[in-house]
């Protein structure tokens, strides 16, 4: 894992990296195509269909039916990319994506974008706060959550070097930066984005950024915290997450997503069988989407740096055994 030196405070859009990526992967790889559910204006991949018109296919709003296209031509030796909003590719397409595509062994990467509050005001219909949940319930799945742009230009030629089906969620509009240019990442591996001793907060998406922040609010209460990014939610990092229950005792674990299928339970379903260890889960409650603004709808779901912060301090609390 890479310790971080700094925290880059800069934001880039997902959609652009995702394309720019694209296309530099189609260059080397004639087996690339991209699919898209009425979405490709939306996640930015016009330029892709103009360099590559053969091998962009927009297959309408029928979600179900383009995780089936890209599954034929799995079959037939192409590398598919299917894209369109998470909440349809996960739920409405689900029984595709497990009999078509992971049950027949299939080679097709699935790109859900505006994940959780993400989707912000398109509300509640359109925020997915389950679909990783059911993407790891999807035998040999791979799943995945690019923390930046940075990230996601490296994880996307990974995807398409390893055959299987595998998952990304992907916000599509700016996010903030924290890894500098070149920063290496590996699939299933955890990065360390800040060193502590006193209590890890195990973080995706971009409740890492906010994971960060907490950090720094808790410093200056004397507090040493450790961030990790799992940005890989399956195959899980299960090394650094008992290394950090052993090293500092406690755990916070932080995403945009529900709770009860999500990054806090694969975690404490690691501790409960390898070394139990206090887990303060900041999530989504159970509770289906709503509209508002990115920062709106952080605080509304106690997703800010602050409430990352207020969980730490209660899993420090349980660890030396005082009430929080």
Known sequence: MKVMKRFI??????????????????????????????????????????????????CGIQEANMVGVA??????????????????????????????????????????????????????????????????????????????????????????????????????KAVKRVYEEGTAFTIGKAVRVCEGYDVTVIASGFCVSEAAKAA?????????????DMFTWKPLDEKAILEAARETGAIVTAENHNVLSGLGTAVASVLARKYPAPVEMVGVQDRFGEVGTLAELAEHFGLTAQHIAAAARRAVARKIGKEA
């Open 216 to 228: 720094g609010l808790l410093a200056k209460e004397g507090l040493s915290v450790r961030v990790l």
């Open 71 to 172: 599954c034929g031509m799995s079959a037939a030796g192409k590398i598919p990319f299917a894209h369109t909003f998470a909440p349809f590719l996960t739920r409405r397409a689900c029984d595709q994506v497990f009999m078509s595509g992971a049950y027949a062994r299939m080679n097709v990467k699935l790109v859900g974008s505006d994940p959780g509050i993400t989707a912000q005001l398109n509300g509640g219909t359109h925020m997915p706060f389950e679909d990783m949940g059911i993407m790891r319930g999807i035998p040999e799945m791979t799943v995945v959550e690019p923390t930046d742009s940075v990230m996601l230009k490296a994880l996307i030629p990974q995807l398409a070097e390893q055959y299987g089906m595998a998952y990304m969620r992907l916000v599509r």
């Open 9 to 58: 405070d800069e934001q880039k859009d997902m959609r652009a990296s995702y394309c720019e990526a694209m296309l530099e992967l189609a260059e080397r790889c004639p087996e690339v195509v991209a699919l898209d559910a009425d979405l490709a204006a939306a996640m930015g991949m016009k330029p892709f269909a103009e360099r590559f018109p053969q091998r962009m296919i927009d």
